[in-house]
């Protein structure tokens, strides 16, 4: 288990993570994921919490055929770009597809699912992962 | 900006790099760091400060606190040290961190050593490792690896400019070409292009052979200022650092407009060049941080040698060659010569200073003049550009 | 039973995994030249009954076209939820925007859970402590390995939403719960996979209760089999639900509509749900849906459905039963067990 694992960070992130809430910058319109303190692209921090849309389209994706640990259960897998309808970028994983049948520009929409487990007695981690829309 | 001191490279010392499964991480810098000490014809009671670039001793490891052990090891606590870290940037780190304590006046002598102890760990664990070089809650945290990041890059590149992958893998075949006459490097029998392409897929498109392989090794060199030559003479041919630059980019490509470029290389490259009052068309020799084959394409457009997107050509047409236009990794880059993370921006400051001392052996190139060291962390999240010239 | 208020369906979702095995696979492994139904449900490796029952409840949440805080319970009804202690409704409750204002609860009654979530959260609502309530049944049911079940064991979620009748597309009209102590299946804690009890599952359980529940209800509300358009039965198989229509007087082509089990397998607690949601997928307004679940141990919901006129709009809001049947990825017996955890890696 990666020493990084820890149950509050899992904790602390959870709504972000499970409901797509990200940051809207007032100043320049772009908005982000994960919500940020300061705006990555115009330096303001007149930023608002805001839900973000879970539907997009892929812009760029691979396939991890040599994990890092606690993901090797799950390889391979297919990992993400991907474009939210608001413009906002975020990686995730790309789920119930084989990846041959994947194109860039695919439209996919978000779904949740287990990311790792901290170990066979540790908690589970959750989040969101894309898959070509139904 | 104010006026600093001129900085000069007084010695080099490196390790071979490999599995060295009896050499420990201390042992390594130790060792290293001794080599440029008596390359510099110098006493270790001269150093001032010791700057340690490395990226990962904490995770693979358990060790922090690099500076004080290696002072500790070193026989000569009590000089000024730390450990410099930005990813796979440390030893560009860690070299820029020197050149200021000299160039500032507040040092005269300082002591550089780029380590990185890998292959103690297995291979999972070290990837774990490596995508720490971008951002662990948001990135890491989908199952990405640092070379599906590049992966992602690599893609992007091949869209936008119409590229095959078979011209951005030949890349390989140059560092490995390369590396055969250097004794230092980890891997010193060439690769052909088809070996490349048919090496296992590590995460598509990226083949195993387009990647930097994992190794321990540790690089060291002296900086000091003009007064400390005067005491010390030098050798015959004298080596100024013209310029050392640092910047950064968005930490992650979800961040990025543009994944084919890092802006980082063009800020720091911009600025050096200015500074050292060079063009791209004065670099006699050159180093790329080519974790995997499709950066080294990419920094060659984006430190200004081509244009974007037309990088592969000048692999093409073999301008990257010891009597090319622009020689580039003459000693094997990281894919050939070796990159234990940390300690490759280091090495890649031994390479050039080889060759512009005009000991590069077979590898050697007509009278250089001018070298530059591009050391990048993460996918460009940090990147040192160092311009280097011999002035005697 | 009868609540004092009418409530009923505001929102109904299901969910399946896209990945399929078909029974002559597993038969091939095994050396059986016979199999019980076409092909199951296999759940991805990252999935749980948790992450089903999100995908359930959202798709619920679209149809009943409410803001998820609104929710004031949320009952899931699983015998296979990731944690033995940690309760699935914290999380799905955090998934869906539902926090922190809340009742939470994880329930285990085999594959009867769903339907016995559905009839506390309609006490619930019909009561006035809550404006809306939410029902999963969810389940990643595990065969044992060369096991009868071992053909049938799917995975699969459904989710209903219950308010007040008049929003609803589905007024709740009666329920009707039967138990009894009949051990027919069964895991103890520790085991890996439950035990059944093969020939003794039929008459003495699936039959006794589902028949007890059904002639229950009907003898209370003066209904017969004709007063019903869809009969939605639990599916371990497909035998039990035709027989048992037959032994109530249902014709067949009442149960067929809400019958999935040989194209999905038993998804356990959302077996009859799943079935439900089929049924919703294509019903019409003034027509009358009997739903009858059973869970081993042993017990029987029977609910009975009046469609309304809110249908039309409401079925179109979220995907069908069918958009999920219909997306097929297929997995050899090899895949199967790896992505099931039956190989062993420590």
Not at chain 2, 204 to 232: Q, R, T
Request: aromatic fraction near 8%; hydrophobic fraction near 40%; include cysteine.
């Amino acid at each position: 288990m990666v020493k990084a694992a820890s149950v509050p960070r899992v904790w602390r992130d959870r709504e972000v993570k499970y409901r797509l809430l990200g940051t809207y910058c007032k100043s320049c319109g772009k908005s982000h994921y994960p919500p940020r303190i300061y705006c990555p692209h115009c330096g303001s921090k007149d930023l608002e919490l805001v839900k973000l849309p879970e539907e997009g389209k892929i812009l760029h994706f691979t396939v991890i055929r040599a994990p890092p640990t606690d993901f090797e259960e799950y390889a391979p897998y297919i990992v993400a770009l991907i474009e939210l309808k608001n413009g906002t970028r975020l990686m995730a994983q790309v789920v119930d597809v084989r990846a041959e049948e994947l194109k860039e520009g695919m439209e996919v929409e978000a779904v949740f699912r287990k990311y790792r487990e901290q170990g066979p007695d540790g908690v589970i981690e959750y989040g969101l992962k894309f898959r070509p829309k139904l | 900006m104010v006026d600093t001191r001129k900085v000069y490279v007084l010695g080099i010392g490196a390790t071979p790099i490999g599995e060295h499964w009896d050499e420990s991480l201390r042992t390594l810098m130790t060792k290293a760091a001794t080599s440029a000490i008596e390359d510099a014809s110098i006493e270790r009671k001269d150093v001032d400060a010791i700057f340690v670039g490395n990226m990962s001793s904490g995770p693979l490891q358990g060790q922090e606190h690099l500076g004080s052990l290696l002072a500790t090891w070193l026989g000569i606590p009590g000089v000024a040290a730390c450990k410099v870290e930005a990813a796979c940037a440390s030893g560009g780190a860690a070299f820029h961190q020197g050149f200021l304590g000299v160039a500032s006046g507040v040092y005269d002598c300082v002591l550089v050593v780029g380590v990185e102890k890998m292959t103690d760990a297995i291979t999972r664990d070290i990837t774990a490792a490596l995508i720490m070089a971008d951002d662990q809650d948001y990135v890491a945290f989908t199952g990405v690896s640092f070379v599906g990041l590049n992966a992602l890059v690599y893609k992007a590149y091949m869209d936008k400019y119409a590229v095959e992958q078979e011209d951005i893998a030949l890349f390989a075949v140059h560092d490995h070409k390369q590396a055969v006459n250097n004794e230092l490097a980890q891997y010193r029998r060439p690769v052909t292009l088809s070996a490349v392409m048919s090496s296992p897929l590590i995460a598509d498109p990226i083949h195993l052979l387009e990647c930097a392989p994992i190794g321990d090794g540790s690089a060291s060199v002296v900086l000091c200022s003009e007064e400390f030559l005067k005491k010390y003479g030098g050798r015959d041919v004298l080596i100024e650092v013209s310029a050392s630059i640092v910047a950064t980019d968005k930490l992650s490509l979800y961040d990025r407009d543009d994944i084919t470029t890092l802006s980082a290389s063009v800020k720091a490259s911009r600025k050096a060049y200015k500074i050292a009052k060079i063009e791209p068309k004065d670099v006699d020799v050159l180093e790329v941080h080519d974790a995997f084959t499709i950066l080294g394409v990419i920094h060659l457009e984006d430190l200004g040698f081509a244009r974007k997107g037309e990088g592969w050509r000048l692999l093409k047409d073999g301008e990257l060659e010891i009597d090319g236009k622009i020689p580039t990794n003459t000693m094997g880059g990281l894919k050939a010569r070796g990159h234990p993370v940390g300690a490759t921006g280091v090495y890649q400051v031994f390479d050039v200073v080889k060759q512009l001392r005009g000991e590069a052996g077979k590898n050697q190139v007509d009278s250089p003049e001018v070298g530059v060291t591009q050391s990048v962390g993460g996918v460009g999240g940090t990147v040192v550009v160092n311009v280097f010239r011999r002035v005697r | 039973m009868k609540p004092n208020r009418e409530v009923g369906i505001v929102g109904y979702g299901a969910y399946i995994p896209v990945y399929r095995i078909k029974d002559q696979e597993i038969a091939r492994v095994w050396g059986r030249s016979r199999w019980p139904i076409e092909e199951k449900s296999v759940p991805g490796i990252d999935e749980d009954s948790l992450t089903m029952a999100v995908e359930a409840s959202k798709n619920a949440i679209k149809r009943a076209e409410i803001d998820p805080k609104e929710i004031g319970a949320i009952y899931v009804g699983s015998e296979s939820p990731p944690y033995a202690v940690k309760p699935s409704a914290t999380v799905i409750a955090e998934a869906i925007g539902a926090v922190p204002r809340a009742l939470a609860i994880d329930m285990e009654f085999a594959c009867r859970a769903g339907t016995t979530a559905m009839q506390s959260v309609i006490g619930l609502v019909a009561s006035g402590m809550i404006k809306y309530g939410l029902a999963i049944g969810t389940d990643t049911a595990q065969g044992r390995p060369s096991d009868e079940l071992e053909f049938t064991a799917a995975a699969g979620a459904a989710a209903f939403i219950i308010g007040l009748a008049e929003n609803s597309l589905a007024k709740v009209e009666a329920t009707y719960s039967y138990i009894t102590d009949t051990p027919d299946f069964w895991r103890r804690e520790g085991e890996r996979y439950p035990r059944h009890t093969y020939r003794f599952t039929g008459v003495p359980a699936y039959f006794k209760h589902v028949i007890g529940a059904a002639k229950g209800l009907m003898e209370e509300e003066g209904l017969r089999p004709s007063d019903f358009d869809y009969v939605v039965f639990h599916q371990p198989n497909v035998k039990f639900p035709l027989r048992v229509a037959k032994m109530l007087g249902f014709t067949e082509d009442k149960v067929k509509a809400g019958l999935l089990a040989h194209v999905i397998g038993n998804t356990y607690a959302a077996a009859s749900l799943i079935g439900l949601a089929a049924v919703l997928d294509r019903a019409k307004s003034g027509e009358r849906i009997l739903v009858v679940s059973f869970g081993s141990g042993a017990g029987s919901d029977a609910l009975s459905l009046m469609v309304t006129d809110l249908i039309d709009r409401k079925r179109v809001l979220a995907p069908t039963v069918e958009q999920y049947v219909k997306r097929r990825i297929y997995v050899d017996y090899s895949l199967y067990v790896r992505y099931r955890g039956k190989i062993e890696r420590w």
